[in-house]
């Protein structure tokens, strides 16, 4: 057999595998005999590049988002308060519905297989826990560029950004997402008194997120105290795939956590 034909054929053997097993017993979430999707199905490529045109469908207002379509309960907030942006494989989605019964929790992906992972975990614990799991959802979107048109003002109480592409390159750093205008953007949607929070495991762009975050004057970074009280802080340092990746590898994770401050009177 050729290489060429031998690559069709695991192609080939990949895509049949994938409709035919996409689904395992798991048992840390759905409980014993439940099916969540096997995560080697849905592999990409760890970071997308967010100034291509990635075909995306997006809403042109917040007022024309029919989130029933995605969210299945009906009691608590009907509003998305928190977003989990570049949600990766939903660990942490999946563990703030845990922890907010009550509010709608969105993550938000770019990568499309990485978002179609979620879409089935999610599905497979609904399924697995009658009346559970319907405040968690996800989507595909860009959110450096559109995130305006999901969340009106002043909507979000609380948004996360877990372990964002580093951008190493100089050059690149302009696609990093937290900076300046983006903070701009991400102050619009969020509360006043609400938590933006942020962790990596790259000691140069913790650096540069907390300096983005320090000059801006729409942000204010909590204290020690604070940080170590906040269960989202826990939850952010060890629910996410990639925060489980570090602890493997005895890396560290640096956390900084701000405050959206109040409007400055006109």
């Known amino acids: 057999m050729s290489d060429s ?29 439940k099916a969540l999707p096997k995560k080697r199905y849905y592999r990409q490529r760890a970071h997308s590049n967010p ?11 917040p007022s024309d988002m029919d989130w029933d379509k995605l969210f299945t309960n009906k009691d608590g907030e009907q509003e998305v308060k928190i977003a989990d942006i570049g949600c ?12 907010y019964p009550s509010k709608r929790i969105l993550g938000m992906e770019i990568r499309v297989q990485v978002t179609e992972y979620v879409e089935e975990r999610i599905r497979a614990l609904r399924e697995s826990k009658k ?10 979107a860009n959110s450096m560029k559109f995130l305006p048109n999901f969340f009106k003002r002043g909507q979000l109480e609380k948004m996360f950004f877990c372990f964002p592409d580093p951008h190493f390159k100089q050059r690149k750093h302009k696609a990093r997402i937290i ?4 903070l701009s953007e991400y102050a619009f949607v969020l509360q006043e008194g609400g938590i933006l929070y942020t962790i990596t495991d790259v000691l140069d762009l913790h650096e540069w997120m907390k300096r983005h975050l320090d ?15 906040d269960p989202c802080v826990n939850i ?13 590898n005895n890396g560290s994770k640096y956390v900084a956590c701000y405050r959206r401050r109040a409007n400055p009177e006109l």
């Open 51 to 61: 100034f291509s045109d990635h075909r995306l469908e997006y809403p042109t207002s």
């Open 215 to 229: 000059e801006h004057p729409l942000f204010e970074r909590l204290t020690e105290e604070e940080e170590s009280v």
């Open 88 to 99: 990766g494989y939903g660990g942490l989605t999946v563990a703030l519905a845990e922890k």
């Open 179 to 182: 900076t300046n205008t983006l």
């Open 131 to 140: 009346g559970h799991y319907g405040n968690c959802a996800v989507i595909r």
């Open 236 to 248: 952010m340092t060890h629910a996410t795939e990639e925060g489980k990746k570090v602890a493997r």
């Open 5 to 33: 034909t031998e690559s069709i054929s695991k192609r080939r053997e990949y895509r049949l595998a994938k409709k035919a097993e996409k689904q395992v017993t798991f048992t840390s979430e759905a409980g014993v005999g």
